[in-house]
């Protein structure tokens, strides 16, 4: 149930809002109230902008790369400039993933996961707690179940959003006292275009990949998450931080 007071006219940022999760968690934070800058490296993301806009929403778009420093900060003064208010709520859904043999996957693919899933949201995080230190803030991180066990032909993934784990914690831990909480969500699958355009190497082991995915390969739709980490952001979670709430059907469990 979207509820447009929930937010309060807050500013939001939510990265890879072109596509996927981030969309919809961008569309969804805006139908809960909130005034939402979607940023995105792809175009795509000012379809996303004007879709909030013509539903009424109120969301700008912001083409920037989260991997660079200079980039993010543009982006989070831009965001505060246009929408009119501090940043109080970011989402760090950017990601990237690319499967291969560890002793074959290429130096670029892992500098780039490492980048975008890990380096991506610290860099977001670093751009937007000053303004939460003033204001009081919410982050959440999107991290992945590839983050809480390990999966095969995916180490660089899995070593990023493991990472996302405990950036998520250490955040929450030192801000605790500051008025600044910090999630992650650990999604299973969610039918998004980076699942279809997983490419496994052709000569790998299926047995090994039964535990990536729920019975009968149920997958999410990524309304679903959104709609978790709208809780997560919102008042209602104001006790909730450092945790990492997995979404993946009970893979985990
Ligand atoms: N789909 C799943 O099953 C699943 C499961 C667990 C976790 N996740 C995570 O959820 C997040 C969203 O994934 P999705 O499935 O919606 O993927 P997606 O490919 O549909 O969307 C990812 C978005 O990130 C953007 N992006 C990539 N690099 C960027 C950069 N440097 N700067 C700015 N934007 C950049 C892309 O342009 C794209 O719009 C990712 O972090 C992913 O790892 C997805």
């Known amino acids: 149930m979207t509820d447009t007071t929930r937010l309060g006219d807050r500013v939001a940022i939510v990265t890879g809002a072109a596509s996927g999760i981030g969309r919809a968690t961008a569309?969804?934070?805006?139908?809960?109230?909130?005034?939402?800058?979607?940023?995105?490296?792809?175009?795509?993301?000012?379809?996303?902008?004007?879709?909030?806009?013509?539903?009424?929403?109120t969301a700008i778009a912001l083409e920037a790369d989260v991997t660079d420093q200079a980039s993010t900060e543009a982006a989070v003064a831009r965001a505060e400039a246009e929408l009119g208010g501090p940043a109080q709520v970011l989402v760090n859904v950017a990601g990237v993933l690319r499967f291969a043999h560890a002793h074959e996957m290429s130096v670029a693919d892992w500098d780039l996961m490492v980048d975008v899933n890990l380096k991506g949201p610290w860099l977001m995080a670093r751009a937007v707690i000053p303004s939460m230190l003033e204001h009081g803030g919410a982050i959440v991180n999107v991290a992945s179940s590839a983050g809480m066990f390990g999966q095969a032909y995916n180490a660089g993934y899995c070593a990023s959003k493991g990472g996302v784990v405990l950036l998520t914690k250490a955040l929450a831990w030192e801000y605790v006292n500051r008025g600044i909480r910090c999630n992650a969500i650990a999604p299973g699958g969610v039918e998004t275009p980076m699942i279809e355009a997983i490419d496994f190497p052709a000569d790998m082991d299926w047995t090994l990949i039964g535990k990536n995915t729920a019975?009968?390969?149920?997958?999410?739709?990524?309304?679903?998450?959104?709609?978790?980490?709208?809780?997560?952001?919102?008042?209602?979670?104001?006790?909730?931080?450092?945790?990492?709430?997995?979404?993946?059907?009970?893979?985990?469990?």
């Not at 979607?38 to 000012?46: E, I, K, Q, S, Y």
């Not at 996303?48 to 013509?54: D, E, F």
């Not at 390969?217 to 008042?235: K, W």
Request: include cysteine; charged fraction near 15%.
């Open 27 to 57: 569309q969804r934070l805006a139908a809960d109230g909130a005034r939402v800058a979607c940023l995105d490296r792809a175009p795509g993301v000012a379809e996303t902008a004007a879709g909030i806009v013509a539903g009424g929403g």
């Open 215 to 253: 019975p009968g390969n149920r997958m999410l739709d990524p309304s679903q998450p959104a709609a978790l980490i709208a809780f997560l952001v919102s008042d209602e979670a104001d006790g909730i931080t450092g945790t990492v709430v997995p979404i993946d059907l009970g893979i985990t469990c």
